[in-house]
Protein backbone atom coordinates (compact mmCIF):
# COMPACT_ATOMS: atom_id res chain seq x y z
CA UNK A 1 0.00 0.00 0.00
CA UNK A 2 0.84 3.78 -0.52
CA UNK A 3 3.51 5.08 2.05
CA UNK A 4 3.82 8.79 2.84
CA UNK A 5 7.12 10.41 4.33
CA UNK A 6 7.33 13.87 5.24
CA UNK A 7 10.35 16.32 6.21
CA UNK A 8 11.02 17.98 8.50
CA UNK A 9 8.87 17.44 11.25
CA UNK A 10 9.30 20.32 13.02
CA UNK A 11 10.71 23.95 11.36
CA UNK A 12 10.73 27.44 12.69
CA UNK A 13 11.40 30.65 10.86
CA UNK A 14 10.94 34.16 11.21
CA UNK A 15 8.56 36.37 9.90
CA UNK A 16 8.84 37.07 6.09
CA UNK A 17 10.85 33.90 5.25
CA UNK A 18 9.97 30.88 3.65
CA UNK A 19 9.46 27.42 4.62
CA UNK A 20 9.37 24.62 2.44
CA UNK A 21 7.80 20.92 3.53
CA UNK A 22 8.84 17.91 1.55
CA UNK A 23 6.86 14.60 1.17
CA UNK A 24 7.59 11.42 -1.04
CA UNK A 25 5.08 8.86 -2.14
CA UNK A 26 5.21 5.16 -2.46
CA UNK A 27 2.65 4.31 -5.08
CA UNK A 28 2.80 5.32 -8.56
CA UNK A 29 -0.21 5.07 -9.03
CA UNK A 30 -1.60 7.83 -6.87
CA UNK A 31 -2.57 10.97 -8.04
CA UNK A 32 -4.08 13.35 -6.23
CA UNK A 33 -1.70 15.43 -3.62
CA UNK A 34 -3.10 17.18 -1.03
CA UNK A 35 -1.97 19.99 1.58
CA UNK A 36 -3.88 20.41 4.81
CA UNK A 37 -3.01 22.94 7.75
CA UNK A 38 -4.20 21.78 11.30
CA UNK A 39 -4.64 23.75 14.05
CA UNK A 40 -4.64 23.03 17.94
CA UNK A 41 -7.94 21.80 18.58
CA UNK A 42 -9.21 21.67 14.79
CA UNK A 43 -10.08 19.71 11.79
CA UNK A 44 -7.43 19.55 9.13
CA UNK A 45 -7.88 22.30 6.60
CA UNK A 46 -7.25 22.04 2.61
CA UNK A 47 -5.04 24.75 1.56
CA UNK A 48 -3.84 23.46 -1.42
CA UNK A 49 -3.38 20.86 -3.44
CA UNK A 50 -2.21 18.91 -7.01
CA UNK A 51 -3.46 16.91 -9.31
CA UNK A 52 -0.43 14.40 -11.01
CA UNK A 53 -1.20 16.11 -14.76
CA UNK A 54 0.74 19.21 -13.69
CA UNK A 55 3.92 20.10 -12.13
CA UNK A 56 3.42 22.85 -9.77
CA UNK A 57 0.58 24.96 -8.70
CA UNK A 58 0.71 28.20 -6.77
CA UNK A 59 -2.31 30.21 -4.68
CA UNK A 60 -0.66 33.44 -3.63
CA UNK A 61 2.16 32.84 -0.61
CA UNK A 62 1.79 29.19 -0.94
CA UNK A 63 2.62 26.92 -4.22
CA UNK A 64 3.13 23.15 -4.03
CA UNK A 65 5.51 21.37 -6.55
CA UNK A 66 5.01 17.57 -8.09
CA UNK A 67 8.24 15.70 -9.16
CA UNK A 68 6.21 12.37 -10.15
CA UNK A 69 9.37 10.18 -11.89
CA UNK A 70 11.43 10.95 -8.30
CA UNK A 71 7.43 10.63 -6.34
CA UNK A 72 8.22 13.85 -4.56
CA UNK A 73 5.83 17.16 -3.65
CA UNK A 74 6.83 20.08 -1.66
CA UNK A 75 4.88 22.62 0.03
CA UNK A 76 6.46 26.35 -0.25
CA UNK A 77 4.76 29.23 2.24
CA UNK A 78 6.50 32.99 1.25
CA UNK A 79 6.55 36.06 3.26
CA UNK A 80 5.30 33.78 6.46
CA UNK A 81 3.05 35.29 9.04
CA UNK A 82 2.82 34.66 12.50
CA UNK A 83 -0.93 33.16 11.39
CA UNK A 84 0.34 30.66 9.30
CA UNK A 85 1.81 28.90 12.71
CA UNK A 86 0.02 25.40 12.98
CA UNK A 87 0.66 21.77 11.56
CA UNK A 88 1.10 21.51 8.31
CA UNK A 89 -0.17 17.33 6.35
CA UNK A 90 0.83 16.24 3.37
CA UNK A 91 -1.11 13.18 1.81
CA UNK A 92 -1.33 11.29 -1.23
CA UNK A 93 -4.50 8.94 -2.61
CA UNK A 94 -6.49 8.45 -6.46
CA UNK A 95 -8.63 10.34 -7.60
CA UNK A 96 -11.41 8.86 -10.52
CA UNK A 97 -14.71 10.10 -12.26
CA UNK A 98 -16.72 9.66 -9.55
CA UNK A 99 -14.27 10.88 -6.50
CA UNK A 100 -11.47 9.94 -4.69
CA UNK A 101 -10.31 6.77 -2.88
CA UNK A 102 -8.98 7.40 0.85
CA UNK A 103 -5.68 9.37 1.64
CA UNK A 104 -2.58 8.31 3.15
CA UNK A 105 -0.86 11.37 5.13
CA UNK A 106 2.21 12.20 6.61
CA UNK A 107 3.12 12.53 10.30
CA UNK A 108 2.96 16.20 9.68
CA UNK A 109 5.17 19.16 10.02
CA UNK A 110 4.67 21.61 12.82
CA UNK A 111 5.58 25.01 11.34
CA UNK A 112 6.29 27.93 13.63
CA UNK A 113 6.57 31.21 12.76
CA UNK A 114 8.49 33.64 14.89
CA UNK A 115 7.41 37.19 14.96
CA UNK B 1 -22.71 27.09 3.27
CA UNK B 2 -22.42 24.61 6.48
CA UNK B 3 -19.07 22.25 6.88
CA UNK B 4 -18.91 18.94 7.90
CA UNK B 5 -20.26 18.31 11.25
CA UNK B 6 -19.54 16.00 14.07
CA UNK B 7 -20.92 15.16 17.56
CA UNK B 8 -20.41 15.10 20.40
CA UNK B 9 -17.13 17.32 20.21
CA UNK B 10 -15.57 15.12 23.44
CA UNK B 11 -16.54 11.82 24.61
CA UNK B 12 -15.31 10.16 27.85
CA UNK B 13 -16.01 6.43 28.60
CA UNK B 14 -14.95 3.44 30.80
CA UNK B 15 -12.99 0.72 29.22
CA UNK B 16 -15.80 -1.74 27.67
CA UNK B 17 -18.45 0.61 27.09
CA UNK B 18 -20.36 1.01 23.67
CA UNK B 19 -19.81 4.56 22.00
CA UNK B 20 -21.28 6.11 18.84
CA UNK B 21 -19.53 9.19 17.11
CA UNK B 22 -22.01 11.08 14.75
CA UNK B 23 -20.85 12.69 11.19
CA UNK B 24 -23.41 15.22 9.19
CA UNK B 25 -21.32 15.63 5.85
CA UNK B 26 -21.80 18.61 3.77
CA UNK B 27 -24.93 18.85 1.59
CA UNK B 28 -24.92 16.65 -1.35
CA UNK B 29 -21.70 15.44 -0.81
CA UNK B 30 -22.00 11.48 -1.90
CA UNK B 31 -18.77 10.28 -0.56
CA UNK B 32 -17.98 10.04 2.99
CA UNK B 33 -14.62 9.08 5.09
CA UNK B 34 -13.35 8.56 8.72
CA UNK B 35 -10.21 8.41 10.08
CA UNK B 36 -8.73 8.31 13.33
CA UNK B 37 -6.19 10.91 14.63
CA UNK B 38 -3.69 9.80 17.24
CA UNK B 39 -1.27 12.43 19.92
CA UNK B 40 1.29 13.88 17.12
CA UNK B 41 0.31 11.74 14.41
CA UNK B 42 -1.16 11.83 11.10
CA UNK B 43 -5.31 11.13 10.23
CA UNK B 44 -5.52 6.91 8.91
CA UNK B 45 -7.84 6.42 7.08
CA UNK B 46 -10.86 3.62 8.86
CA UNK B 47 -13.60 3.65 5.97
CA UNK B 48 -15.46 5.31 3.28
CA UNK B 49 -18.84 5.19 1.83
CA UNK B 50 -20.27 6.28 -1.46
CA UNK B 51 -23.64 6.30 -1.31
CA UNK B 52 -25.13 4.06 1.42
CA UNK B 53 -22.65 1.42 1.15
CA UNK B 54 -18.92 1.22 2.33
CA UNK B 55 -16.78 1.08 -0.94
CA UNK B 56 -13.34 0.42 1.98
CA UNK B 57 -13.58 -0.92 4.86
CA UNK B 58 -9.89 -1.60 5.11
CA UNK B 59 -9.13 0.75 7.70
CA UNK B 60 -11.08 -0.52 10.36
CA UNK B 61 -8.85 -1.93 12.92
CA UNK B 62 -11.12 -4.72 14.13
CA UNK B 63 -14.17 -6.16 14.42
CA UNK B 64 -15.02 -4.15 17.69
CA UNK B 65 -15.63 -0.99 14.77
CA UNK B 66 -18.70 -0.48 12.70
CA UNK B 67 -20.01 2.08 10.41
CA UNK B 68 -23.16 2.83 8.80
CA UNK B 69 -24.74 5.38 6.44
CA UNK B 70 -28.28 4.21 6.15
CA UNK B 71 -29.62 6.83 3.99
CA UNK B 72 -26.39 8.31 2.34
CA UNK B 73 -25.60 11.22 4.22
CA UNK B 74 -25.09 11.33 8.33
CA UNK B 75 -23.19 8.73 9.29
CA UNK B 76 -22.16 6.94 12.71
CA UNK B 77 -18.96 5.30 13.72
CA UNK B 78 -19.93 2.51 16.68
CA UNK B 79 -17.35 1.15 18.65
CA UNK B 80 -18.24 -1.69 20.86
CA UNK B 81 -16.57 -2.96 24.35
CA UNK B 82 -14.00 0.30 24.08
CA UNK B 83 -10.09 -0.23 24.80
CA UNK B 84 -7.96 2.48 26.20
CA UNK B 85 -6.10 2.50 22.77
CA UNK B 86 -8.77 3.32 21.37
CA UNK B 87 -8.39 6.97 22.67
CA UNK B 88 -7.73 9.20 19.85
CA UNK B 89 -9.23 11.83 17.48
CA UNK B 90 -12.11 10.43 15.08
CA UNK B 91 -12.01 12.78 12.22
CA UNK B 92 -15.07 12.70 9.36
CA UNK B 93 -14.41 14.01 6.01
CA UNK B 94 -17.35 14.44 2.94
CA UNK B 95 -16.29 14.77 -0.71
CA UNK B 96 -18.90 15.78 -3.60
CA UNK B 97 -18.74 13.42 -6.50
CA UNK B 98 -16.59 15.44 -8.89
CA UNK B 99 -13.36 16.58 -8.04
CA UNK B 100 -12.43 14.43 -4.70
CA UNK B 101 -11.56 16.89 -2.82
CA UNK B 102 -12.03 15.45 1.27
CA UNK B 103 -13.01 18.52 3.69
CA UNK B 104 -13.09 17.46 6.72
CA UNK B 105 -15.16 17.84 10.24
CA UNK B 106 -14.13 19.39 13.81
CA UNK B 107 -13.44 15.73 14.88
CA UNK B 108 -14.67 13.65 17.77
CA UNK B 109 -12.16 13.66 20.86
CA UNK B 110 -12.66 10.12 22.70
CA UNK B 111 -10.75 9.46 25.77
CA UNK B 112 -11.33 5.91 26.88
CA UNK B 113 -10.77 5.66 31.02
Known amino acids: GENVEQHPSTLSVQEGDSAVIKCTYS??????FPWYKQELGKGPQLIID?????GEKKDQRIAVTLNKTAKHFSLHITETQPEDSAVYFC??????????????FGKGTKLTVNP | GAGVSQTPSNKVTEKGKYVELRCDPI?????LYWYRQSLGQGPEFLIY????????DSGLPNDRFFAVRPEGSVSTLKIQRTERGDSAVYLC???????????FGPGTRLLVL
Open chain 1, 91 to 104: AAGRVFQGGSEKLV
Open chain 2, 27 to 31: SGHTA
Open chain 2, 93 to 103: ASSPNRGGTQY
Open chain 2, 49 to 56: FQGTGAAD
Open chain 1, 50 to 54: IRSNV
Open chain 1, 27 to 32: DSASNY
